[in-house]
T-cell receptor
Framework: RKEVEQDPGPFNVPEGATVAFNCTYSNSASQSFFWYRQDCRKEPKLLMSVYSSGNEDGRFTAQLNRASQYISLLIRDSKLSDSATYLCVVRRDYNQGGKLIFGQGTELSVKP | NAGVTQTPKFRILKIGQSMTLQCTQD?????MYWYRQDPGMGLKLIYY???????DKGEVPNGYNVSRSTTEDFPLRLELAAPSQTSVYFC??????????????FGEGSWLTVV
């Protein structure tokens, strides 16, 4: 079993749709959680950190459930520019090296 | 604002050749990483370093070597290139403590093809 697993894609949605991505992680010692965005042939870039209380940044909402070891990302009113691959990322406890573990990514394609 | 700089951006290697991917960061980050990304896959950790003089294996270290003689530089060496090493390689760096922030900064990637 992979340490970080995401919904298999791709997700093809029309502009304005709401789309949700799910992610589970297996290492209970994981300490920090993130969503990264990766455009085609580009490096990943931080979209947002994920906090236990849930957090929102404009049209993006991230949720964390430590008990279920589950992370989600909700995108409301999707735009063409949201088309990208979204990577769920977990950072291990610093006692385990503080390494970042990446999910395989979920591709989103927003169509006009 | 250089951030993380990696070179070369593109390279074609013949089987059995060796090469070094260079990575340097100017943010005084303790942690540095090398990842590879195969098509349609997430990033897999090759090696990482928590500070100058210290390196550790990641998930997929076979066929690679690293060194960390300075805080700024973290080169990745391929000794005997194999077709399985055809991939995109990303160098990254971050602070070492939660208090200092969790953001990881990536270089722009190096596209390597072994033929």
């Amino acid at each position: 079993r992979k340490e970080v697993e995401q919904d298999p894609g791709p997700f093809n949605v029309p502009e304005g749709a709401t789309v949700a991505f799910n992610c589970t992680y297996s290492n209970s010692a994981s300490q920090s959680f993130f969503w990264y965005r990766q455009d085609c042939r580009k490096e990943p870039k931080l979209l947002m950190s994920v906090y236990s209380s849930g957090n929102e940044d404009g049209r993006f909402t991230a949720q964390l459930n430590r008990a279920s070891q589950y992370i989600s990302l909700l995108i409301r009113d999707s735009k063409l520019s949201d088309s990208a691959t979204y990577l769920c990322v977990v950072r291990r406890d610093y006692n385990q090296g503080g390494k970042l573990i990446f999910g395989q990514g979920t591709e989103l394609s927003v169509k006009p | 604002n250089a951030g993380v700089t990696q070179t070369p951006k593109f390279r074609i290697l013949k089987i059995g050749q060796s090469m070094t991917l260079q990575c340097t960061q100017d943010m005084n980050h303790n942690y540095m990483y090398w990842y590879r990304q195969d098509p349609g896959m997430g990033l897999k950790l090759i090696y990482y370093s928590v500070g100058a003089g210290i390196t550790d294996k990641g998930e997929v270290p076979n066929g690679y070597n690293v060194s960390r003689s300075t805080t700024e530089d973290f080169p990745l060496r391929l000794e005997l290139a194999a077709p399985s090493q055809t991939s995109v390689y990303f160098c990254a760096s971050s602070y070492s403590t939660l208090e200092a922030g969790n953001t990881i900064y990536f270089g722009e990637g190096s596209w390597l093809t072994v033929v």
